[in-house]
């Protein structure tokens, strides 16, 4: 048998609307890109809203050259809900019709010890994510959701439960299951006393999930216009860091940290606050390392540690329970042709407290979408 011969057939496509970014300088602008047709264990999906994540941002401008290296053009979005449209002949969850949801990966090896544990995120052979990967179907790279439909491997892809509003669950994908995971992790419940730093995309729901799950939240933000944002969300008491003395009194008080700042700031001032033996977590990228002291860890045998997302089983689990628990994120709805300003105001952090694309305004541009 000829090399040729043994090779596996070249998937069928079909082509799709969507916006991309064309170099690290570029606006945001109309792209028709390849979609495979579903493969057996596939899913086909018209996407109906998409979040608008801080990374977006990051992989569009190529500022993580060295651990995420962006290939142009690229399509964002990994906060995806939409409409089943088909489904492969061994898909067995999923019938058209069915409201479903992309996440930030789309495979994984499946095989090594993470996998095996349900923790897809931390693969060790290496997943595959959503957008700006490699495209074992088609060759280049993975494009995600400022598009008008995806297809992906059933096992990565999410019920979403009834009762759940489609435009304000994407961002659950992300900043959702980001958040949730560590809380779950480390065993947040009644009767503890958990700090949330900083409110945006990801604090607004720590704040919501904390709460939830019976803890006694306090928020600790620079601002004070967000104090009373803060306790809607859920926080029993937010204290404005800014104020001289404002972290004093909280030493040695708390059972947890998650800290979702993206900025620099001080990370000793509040590995002070954890009692004995107990955690902070990184969920945010700040763009420099931490200086972290010694005494800092030492003096109360504290643990500070990251999380990164959530594997598959556990971001279906965190969907269910925000149905159960009536939680979702606080959007702001946008056309697709506003993506660039979306982009400007995040980094401003004006908005509360995710951007959401209405994909149909995708259909609706006015503008032809440019051929790849």
Not at 137 to 165: K, M, N, Q, W
Not at 191 to 204: A, D, F, M, N, S
Not at 215 to 236: C, H, M, N
Request: aromatic share 6%; proline share 5%.
């Amino acid at each position: 048998m000829s090399e040729a011969a043994k090779q596996p057939p070249t998937p069928q496509t079909y082509a799709a609307k969507a916006y991309a970014a064309t170099s690290p300088t570029s606006a945001m602008g109309p792209l028709t890109i390849r979609r495979r047709e579903p493969e057996p264990s596939d899913v086909q999906i018209e996407i109906l809203y998409c979040g608008v994540c801080h990374s977006d941002f990051h992989q569009i401008r190529n500022e993580w050259p060295k651990d995420l290296p962006t290939t142009y053009p690229c399509v964002p979005g990994h906060e995806i809900v939409g409409r089943v449209t088909k489904v492969g002949s061994a898909v067995t969850r999923f019938r058209p019709g069915d409201l479903a949801g992309v996440g930030v990966l789309v495979d994984s090896c499946r095989t090594c010890a993470s996998c095996r544990d349900g923790l897809e995120q931390y693969c060790e052979v290496g997943n595959t994510l959503t957008y700006n990967a490699e495209d074992k179907h088609l060759g280049g790279v993975t494009y995600g959701g400022y598009s008008e439909s995806i297809v992906a491997d059933e096992a990565f892809v999410f019920r979403i439960p009834p009762g759940l509003d489609p435009s304000a669950t994407g961002p659950l994908l992300c900043a959702g299951i980001t958040t949730y995971s560590p809380l779950r992790h480390w065993g947040v419940e009644k009767g503890q006393r958990v700090g949330v730093i900083g409110l945006g995309g990801l604090g607004h729901m720590g704040l919501k999930f904390a709460h939830a799950l019976g803890a006694e939240v306090v928020l600790f933000t620079t601002s004070r216009g967000k104090v009373a944002d803060g306790r809607r969300l859920g926080a029993d008491e937010v204290v404005v860091t800014r104020d001289a003395g404002a972290l004093d009194k909280h030493k040695a008080s708390l059972d947890f940290l998650l800290d979702t700042v993206s900025a620099d700031h001080d990370i000793n001032s509040y590995l002070a606050l954890l009692k004995r033996d107990k955690t902070l977590a990184l969920v945010g990228l700040p763009p420099q390392p931490f200086a972290v002291a010694s005494f800092s860890l030492l003096a109360g045998r504290h643990r500070l540690a990251g999380s990164g997302i959530g594997g598959v089983r556990e971001t279906q689990e965190m969907l269910d329970f925000c149905a159960a628990h009536g939680i979702a994120c606080d959007v702001e709805v946008i056309g697709i042709e506003k993506i660039d300003l979306a982009f400007e105001r995040m980094l401003e952090g004006d908005v509360k407290y995710r951007f959401v694309i209405d994909m149909a305004s995708l259909k609706e541009g006015g503008r032809e979408a440019g051929k790849r």
